[in-house]
Nanobody
Framework: QVQLVESGGGLVQAGGSLTLSCAAS????????MGWFRQAPGKEREFVAA????????YYADSVKGRFTISRDNAKNTVHLQMNSLKPEDTAVYHC????????????????WGKGALVTVSS
């Protein structure tokens, strides 16, 4: 079992920046592929970004490409999501997740999920 705890959510104006962090329990963090997902009220959870075990490969949803950056620090068991040029449509609860295998989608490959952090972008 892996426990994930997000932090760094809050309120920001459109065009601003915010960084989310996710702390993982355990001593085998580097074994996991990590990802960020979000869910807005009344909508299904969607993929945002993912990063490989080593951090050498990153993947982004088209909606955030060029604005968001995912990174990880295996020594600290943390993964981050730097969000720039935020838009009101980015408002959602953001979840970090960990997985040991890829599925048909990034979401399907994730086995463990954090409770989420709320990000609200005002206009």
């Amino acid at each position: 079992q892996v426990q994930l705890v997000e932090s760094g959510g809050g309120l920001v104006q459109a065009g601003g920046s915010l960084t989310l962090s996710c702390a993982a329990s355990g001593r085998t963090f580097s074994r996991y592929r990590m990802g960020w997902f979000r869910q807005a009220p009344g909508k299904e959870r969607e993929f945002v970004a993912a990063i490989s075990r080593s951090g050498g490969n990153t993947y982004y949803a088209d909606s955030v490409k060029g604005r968001f950056t995912i990174s990880r620090d295996n020594a600290k068991n943390t993964v981050h999501l730097q969000m720039n040029s935020l838009k009101p449509e980015d408002t959602a609860v953001y979840h970090c997740a960990a997985g040991t295998a890829w599925g048909i989608s990034f979401m399907d490959g994730m086995d463990y999920w954090g409770k989420g952090a709320l990000v609200t972008v005002s206009s």
